[in-house]
């Protein structure tokens, strides 16, 4: 089965930190993606990776960055949290090639106080 | 069926009656869909996935049904469990292929 594990289930930070979220993926696909999920608007996606070392933004990338310096591990940067980024932070992959389906972690619900 | 919106649908069945949750989706160019099943407190869960070439595909105890000429995909869930309460939504691949767009989802309670 494959296995994308987020380093954190549950994360609090202040405005203003810098926030790393982390996920790993166990199955050697090339894509990963971050998405973040909120009430009544399904998931938005903020960046992916189709490589190592590159990256696309999403729908909704301000505020974020990525990095993927190994291809198992794709992380998402918060360079100066805000509240307005409170929300569920979900990881996925999936292999090269059109009509495959994204597997996901299960999430790191991530506060910014 | 799934809209966006502030309030997500819900569905109420009983144990053991059939389930049937609804999906319009946007692009007419996407030819790949996938239904999810999300948990409390885990990510989404791939359940099956169709392609446009296709009007039904079945699983265990599920079924996708896809109708391009309203853009209209449901899942129906046979003899529903207790286990089978979640948030469900479907996903379109657009225009790109590899990049998906989700509905917001249903929810789906099963009284026993």
């Known amino acids: 089965d494959v296995k994308v594990t987020q380093s954190s289930r549950y994360l609090v930070k202040r405005t203003g930190e810098k926030v790393f979220l982390e996920c790993v993926q166990d199955?050697?696909?090339?894509?990963m993606f971050w998405y973040r999920q909120d009430p009544g608007l399904g998931l938005r996606l903020i960046y992916f990776?189709?490589?190592?070392?590159?990256?696309e933004k999403g729908d909704i990338p301000e505020g974020y960055s990525v990095s993927r310096e190994k291809k198992e591990r794709f992380s998402l940067i918060l360079e100066s949290a805000s509240t307005n980024q409170t929300s569920m932070y979900l990881c996925?992959?999936?292999?090269?090639?059109?009509?495959?389906?994204?597997?996901f972690g299960d999430g790191t619900r991530l506060s910014i106080l | 069926g799934e809209s966006v919106g502030l309030h997500l649908p819900t569905l109420s069945v009983q144990e053991g009656d059939n389930s049937i949750i609804n999906c319009a989706y946007s692009?007419?160019?996407?030819?790949?869909f996938i239904w999810y099943k999300q948990e409390s407190g885990k990510g989404p869960q791939f359940i099956i996935d169709?392609?446009?070439?296709?009007d039904k595909r079945q699983g265990q105890r599920v079924t996708v049904l896809l109708n391009k000429t309203v853009k209209h995909l449901s899942l129906q869930i046979a003899a529903t469990q207790p286990g089978d309460s979640a948030v469900y939504f479907c996903?379109?691949?657009?225009?790109?292929?590899?990049?998906?767009?989700f509905g917001t989802g249903t929810s789906l309670t099963v009284i026993p």
């Open positions: 996925a992959s999936n292999t090269e090639g059109s009509n495959r389906p994204q597997h």
């Open positions: 199955m050697d696909h090339e894509n």
């Open positions: 990776s189709y490589d190592v070392k590159m990256k």
């Open positions: 692009n007419s160019a996407s030819d790949y």
């Open positions: 169709i392609r446009s070439n296709m």
């Open positions: 996903a379109e691949n657009g225009d790109t292929g590899n990049q998906f767009y």
